[in-house]
């Protein structure tokens, strides 16, 4: 059943909105100093919350803290894994070196393709569930915050080297 979604962003901000037919179908709301996120959908309210900066990962909770999945990232090739409870294993990767199209597939049967273009994009999906697709935004904007911290520093120590 291939099914397709918009997805929008604000400006300056981390807030997901996630579009079916120009109906919402959910909402993913990123904390502004932490790489967490709620993700609230027509079933439930999900947490997203990260830990560890050598070895970071993120886990799904449930509205009943129940832990559903956990996302282990490798920050040097931009990758991630997710696992769920249940075992069932996907793979995420940017598919690009503009870092404006990824994919999420477990490479038997389920695959979602995303894009991206100035805050908004689309999302094709061999597969409806909505948990995939905001664990596909989330770790996208993952990445997008570890790049967006390391161009900072970079900039403070270029632009700092001067004033020592």
Known sequence: MEQILNWSKGTFDSNYHVLKDGLLRFSLNFSSLKNSAIATTQSGIFLLKST??????TLLFNNKN???AKIT????G???KIIFKSGEQFDWSFQNSWLSRWSLNNH???QILFSAS???????SNVDDDMLVFCGLFIREYF?????????VVFILLTGKGIF
């Open 118 to 124: 100035s805050g908004r994009g689309m999302i094709n």
């Open 52 to 57: 560890g900066i050598a070895n970071p990962e």
């Open 73 to 76: 990232y490798d920050l040097l």
């Open 144 to 152: 997008a915050r570890i790049l967006f911290g390391f161009i900072i």
């Open 78 to 80: 931009f990758k991630a």
């Open 108 to 110: 038997t049967d389920k």
């Open 66 to 68: 129940e832990v559903l």
